[in-house]
């Protein structure tokens, strides 16, 4: 397996448990592809690497099954799982029907310290233009989460994470072979759909954004077959 994480990460003094920080550290890897589709990785090497035992490995593996990143193959092992097309489709299909609805309630009633917030967010996602994928996509990530909380929808955001796993991964890809400038300037048409109070442009920039997968991902697949079921 290779060395995708250093093993500092996990053991820094935090609230958070051993298992979600390192559930949280292979996932980053698969969904980056630094663990890429069809590599084999084992309890024992990962809790080798990052000084633990083999109980939170355990424990962070079966999550990331279940979010189907993880493939176990009785007798052979544990594996990065391919990508689920359908997955992503179904991901997509969910995530877009919650955005629209949180930009709608927040273009109702515009919040001028969200805006502020949400528009300091632009200009550090343009700083990170040409940079790092994955400082790109963490981001990213936070932008959607502000919408979904400054609508008070945040129970509804952590559905959507649990779900779209498959789909951040098609999204990481997406991001490394074209450029986040179109990505930016969609977020700054949904921005501005909230502070002025436009429902529809709020709505429709939003659905705009989250379709750009169905655009992006034939091409995907077309150059990275291997990665796909």
């Known amino acids: 397996m290779s060395d995708h994480a250093s093993p500092s990460v996990l053991l820094q003094p935090q609230r958070i448990s051993v298992v979600d920080q390192l559930y949280a ?7 980056d592809n630094a663990l890429s589709p069809g590599t084999r990785i084992s309890e024992a090497e990962v809790a080798q690497q990052y000084g633990i035992s083999r109980q939170p490995v355990r ?33 997509r ?22 805006v502020a917030d949400l528009r300091a ?3 550090r996602q343009q700083d990170l233009v040409g940079g790092s994928a994955r400082d790109f996509m963490e981001a990213d990530e936070i932008f959607h989460r502000t919408l979904a909380e400054g609508a008070g929808k945040g129970k509804a955001w952590r559905t959507v994470v649990e779900m779209k796993a498959q789909m ?3 999204r990481f890809l997406s991001s490394m072979k074209f450029p986040v400038d179109r990505l930016i300037d969609q977020h700054r048409e949904v921005v501005e759909g909230i502070a002025t109070g436009d429902v529809a442009r709020a709505e429709r920039s939003m659905r705009l954004h989250l379709q750009g997968i169905l655009t992006d991902l034939p091409l995907i697949k077309q150059e990275r077959p291997e990665y796909f079921l």
């Open 25 to 31: 550290a292979l996932r980053a890897a698969i969904i």
């Open 59 to 91: 424990e962070a593996f079966i999550t990331l099954a279940n979010e189907g990143l993880l493939e176990v193959r009785p007798q052979r092992g544990t594996f990065v799982a391919k990508i689920s097309l359908s997955d992503v489709m179904d991901a």
């Open 93 to 114: 299909f969910v995530r877009e029907a919650v955005e629209a609805d949180i930009v709608k309630l927040l273009a109702q009633t515009p919040d001028t310290a969200l």
């Open 121 to 123: 967010q632009l200009v």
């Open 168 to 170: 951040d991964r098609v």
